[in-house]
């Protein structure tokens, strides 16, 4: 049964009120202020009692929150004044007195209605926060766990969405000994929209990457997933990439991606830009193998838009990211700071998302 506190300073009308509701409700009659403390679902108020306890009666409406917790006030007409208007922060609803039953009775259900909404809502969105949590989980699971061993080179990432799950994701495999499949996306969008479809790319990319080289892998990703994207209205930047470990040559293609480069021994940066479209824009793109050799020293940094678009004040450049790499002698030290760059204080406004692969000598 709803419990509905009547706090009122004249006795006489609170016992009345009483009388009345008590027939529907569970009555609380409230005294004293310490009686806000106990639980109800709707405080009735007179002007007096509001004037001199509105302090308390906002901090027990605060205290309920993310709840919502209604306050009526029944008022004289001869009350209404600046004195009543500045109290609307507190008041929910208000009734003049002389009040007609059937009209009080159907404020009260409405604001318990509204009482009821407002706890179903918080239960609701406390479960699908839980279930998005849970799907965050599944979907860092996906990525890969360890880095492989690779004679030679130093493979390290990390990805950090803006909600709980997102649109990036890096994936890495080692289809033959001695041969390394690299990827990174990025899905238009955010949250668990961008999350689904990253799913369904990942997986295929999974399959084709096994057997085909980077361009082939990316066209045909393309042609099985056109009916995904055309339903979704949505598409995807790309990068894929195949190492050969011994001879240290990666072939790669690019789609649409753009955010990847190579910082040699000496310094120098190279770009990487045999680039198509992205997947998703155009079912005929036909997409294009590069190539690059690694040498000792080299450092290939592959990152989502998120990095870049952290800084609203600058553009970033290559040669920015590059800067923040002097000194370091690790690929994991490489990738850390570089998702420290933008001095996140909270979750990033966009997915983020590093890979760093690190020449380190000969296999």
Known sequence: MDRILLFFQNPGNRRLLADWLSKSYQVIQAE?????????????VDTLALSRYLNRIQRRKQDEQPTFLPVLLLTGRQDLGMSVQNLWQSVD??????VEKLELQARVEILLRARRLSRQNVLLRR????????AGKVQSALLPGTSLSLPGFELAARCIPTKEVGGDFYDWQEPVSGVLTLTLADVMGKGMAAALLMAT????LRALALLNPPATALQLAQAALAADFERSGSFVTLFQAQLNVETRKMTYADAGHGHVFLRRADGTLEELSCRGLPLGVLVEERYEDGCVTFGEGDVMVLHSDGLVETHRDRVVTNEDIAAQLEGSQSAQDMVDRLVAMPKLEGPPPDDLTVVVLRCVGKP
Do not use: G, H
């Open 127 to 134: 479960q699908v926060e839980a279930d998005l949590a849970r």
């Open 201 to 204: 790319v990942r997986a295929s």
């Open 32 to 44: 004293s202020p310490l009686q806000l403390t106990e639980a109800f679902d709707l405080c009735i």
């Open 93 to 98: 609803e208000l009734l003049i007195s002389p």
